[in-house]
């Protein structure tokens, strides 16, 4: 069964670090492109990050520079490192896998071509 399992959310203040961690089972990260997405209210759900299986990255615009995207497969975990959050950053943050890439959709889970995490929701304070 595959399962994808999000961490590391939480409440931060502006200028802080926060990991994200996506526990994966039921497949195995060197042959599948992963992605971390992120929802805040009333926006669409946007691709943030991903690394492919030969682990070259994207990132979007907001968050070049400040994210960093890895994965170690030998624990079957990807990670987001957030620094230098902005209240902007504020979202429940997805990892999914792109077994088909979606840059953006309305609802975060709501493609039938990958498999999604329930989500970790990140604050960020001024």
């Known amino acids: 069964e595959v399962r994808l399992v999000e961490s590391g959310g939480g409440s931060v203040q502006a200028g802080g670090s926060l990991r994200l961690s996506c526990t994966v089972s039921g497949f195995t990260l060197d042959d599948v492109d992963m992605g971390w997405y992120r929802q805040a209210p009333g926006d669409e759900c946007e691709l943030v990050a991903s690394i492919s299986s030969d682990t070259t990255t994207y990132y979007a615009d907001s968050v070049k520079g400040r994210f960093t995207i890895s994965q170690d497969s030998a624990k079957n975990t990807v990670y987001l490192q957030m620094n230098s959050l902005k209240p902007e950053d504020t979202a429940m943050y997805y990892c999914?896998?792109?077994?088909?890439?979606?840059?953006?959709?309305?609802?975060?889970?709501?493609?039938?071509?990958?498999?999604w995490g329930q989500g970790t929701q990140v604050s960020v304070s001024s």
């Open positions: 999914a896998t792109l077994y088909v890439l979606v840059m953006r959709q309305a609802d975060c889970g709501g493609d039938e071509y990958n498999r």
